[in-house]
């Protein structure tokens, strides 16, 4: 790692420049990224953190581990989601796509590169701008939609040229170049790869040796095989010098060149180069290569007349085909399977979250919710009013009929907090604070405006028909009630402090009575330093 990361606005420059790299050598930014998130860490930055993990899930899709980036996304994306950070969402978007390419559904890939655009703003990169625009261009023609991708890429080309990024352009181009030539329009490829060649041409640019294969496949299905022919000798050339190490960028070179070759009739120039492709996959494990180096074997002995090997090697061709094709259904089986299992992991999660912040027996929000809760609630709200509600005698509700008609007298009360709530303070919620004490919340609201709505709940309590239940005995409620500008200051404790002296005062006033204001009474207390009153 950089020895000159040392404060967050240093990884922060660190991670942009790993983020928005062209090319890269997945190994080394993966290590990188993972010495950044340790560096984050220390920093105590989530936001930092986040981005080194999605540089880590973005590079672990570059090397093929695809299940493992999908676990990792759904977090970071979560994350994303929570915090608002659209940016982040839209690199995370970026990665989805790549992942449901992979996963050969171009319907998903192209819904996630959509949104990764639509998510950019003002302090997205220069490099996002151009380069989400590309791969949705991208997305578009494996979806089959060219006309949409054409317009797609020319944003794109413009937004390079603009934003003076030949580099990126050139990589857009080739994209653009292989997509028409992939839709078979090789006369649009031909002219998309001119204009690439142009552009490294007038800034001084070698082509890389992936963008030479892209022109010589393209020269090929031109019937320019003789350029063609140079042009990937050129490609496997600068790979050599260039010290490449795409594990299997040589072996594409060399089928490519072996087709070049069979079309000019030089069919021992073609087996050796085939030859060289075979044993690279061989070696490396190139199951995708190796099949269609199979099938270029069948038509190259088909070429030079030797139609029964050209046969017997057509039903390896096949054999392997079928092969790799189940291979592939397996990799994408795993794939989907960890994208379910992280999925389904995250709603469980977040069911027990929601669990662990409800009261079990009436179902509201608990005591944990509304320390979360509040304190936003405290910080962000014009007006917040807070009202502590106490059922009047509970005891000799439990004491007279029972603890389970306690219970029942619990839950109808909190049924009808939330529905009188709702009828007048539809963004505020209700939570059971404990026993029979509930808090009313009601943002954007003062003390004054809220006293009337408040007695009129206290008011539909009282004079709900208990008789089934209670037998005869009353229920009603003494209220609490305090605002931001009665308590004195901005914070969770001094409101419901205020709402809890409050509370006291309606008690010792006869109970069944809502009060609200600066609490006068000299025996005022600090919240729950005692009991409420009975």
Request: glycine share 6%; with cysteine; hydrophobic share 45%.
């Amino acid at each position: 790692m950089d020895g000159r990361v040392h404060d967050a606005e240093q990884l922060s420059a660190a991670l942009t420049e790993l983020e928005d790299q062209y090319s890269w050598d997945a190994d080394a930014t993966y290590e990188a990224a993972i010495a950044y998130e340790d560096t984050a860490c220390r920093l105590g930055d989530e936001r930092l953190i986040t981005r080194a993990r999605l540089v880590q899930a973005n590079m672990l899709m570059r090397k093929g581990e695809v299940a493992a980036a999908a676990q990792r996304i759904w977090k970071i994306h979560h994350w994303a989601t929570d915090h608002g950070d659209t940016l982040i969402q839209a690199r995370t978007h970026l990665v989805w796509a790549y992942i449901h390419r992979h996963l050969g559904d171009a319907a998903q890939s192209l819904e996630h590169s959509v949104l990764a655009v639509e998510l950019l703003d003002d302090t997205a990169t220069d490099h996002m701008q151009v380069w989400h625009r590309a791969k949705l261009a991208d997305a578009l023609g494996a979806a089959g939609s060219m006309d949409a991708a054409r317009q797609r890429y020319a944003q794109a080309e413009e937004l390079a040229v603009r934003l003076d990024l030949p580099r990126l352009l050139m990589g857009m181009l080739n994209n653009y170049a292989y997509t028409e030539y992939a839709a078979g329009e090789n006369a649009r490829a031909e002219a998309v790869a001119r204009r690439l060649q142009e552009v490294a041409e007038r800034h001084g640019f070698t082509l890389d040796p992936a963008v030479l294969d892209t022109i010589g496949a393209i020269e090929i299905e031109n019937g320019n095989y003789r350029q063609a022919e140079q042009t990937l000798t050129e490609a496997v050339r600068r790979h050599h010098q260039g010290g490449y190490e795409d594990a299997d960028a040589l072996a594409e070179f060399m089928l490519t060149l072996a087709r070049a070759q069979r079309f000019l009739q030089a069919t021992d120039r073609a087996q050796l180069s085939l030859d060289v492709s075979r044993e690279l996959c061989v070696e490396r494990g190139l199951g995708d290569v190796l099949v269609r180096v199979h099938q270029e074997q069948a038509e190259l002995h088909a070429a030079r007349g030797e139609f029964a090997e050209a046969f017997a090697v057509h039903k390896i061709f096949f054999s392997a085909h079928n092969a790799l094709h189940s291979s592939q259904r397996e990799a994408q089986a795993r794939t989907r399977q960890a994208m379910f299992e992280t999925t389904e992991a995250r709603q469980e999660a977040e069911r027990f979250r929601e669990q662990a912040r409800r009261d079990a027996l009436t179902g509201l929000h608990n005591r944990r919710y509304l320390d979360e809760e509040l304190p936003r609630l405290v910080r962000s709200s014009a007006g917040l009013t807070v009202a502590i509600v106490d059922l009047d005698h509970f005891k000799r509700v439990n004491d007279q009929l029972s603890h389970d008609v306690g219970d029942q007298v619990l839950m109808l009360v909190a049924k009808l907090l939330e529905t009188e709530l709702a009828a007048v303070a539809p963004d505020g919620f209700v939570a059971r604070m404990g026993g029979e004490e509930f808090l009313i919340a009601m943002p954007g609201t003062t003390a004054s405006a809220a006293a009337a709505q408040l007695d009129g709940i206290r008011r539909a309590i009282g004079s709900y028909d208990w008789t089934s239940l209670t037998h005869g005995l009353p229920i009603t409620v003494s209220i609490g009630v305090a605002d931001l500008c009665d308590s004195p200051a901005a914070s969770q404790s001094a409101l419901l402090s205020t709402a809890d002296r409050n509370l006291y005062v309606a008690k010792h006033a006869g109970r069944d009575r809502v009060v609200s204001g600066k609490p006068c009474d000299v025996r005022a207390r600090s919240y729950r330093d005692g009991a409420t009153a009975a």
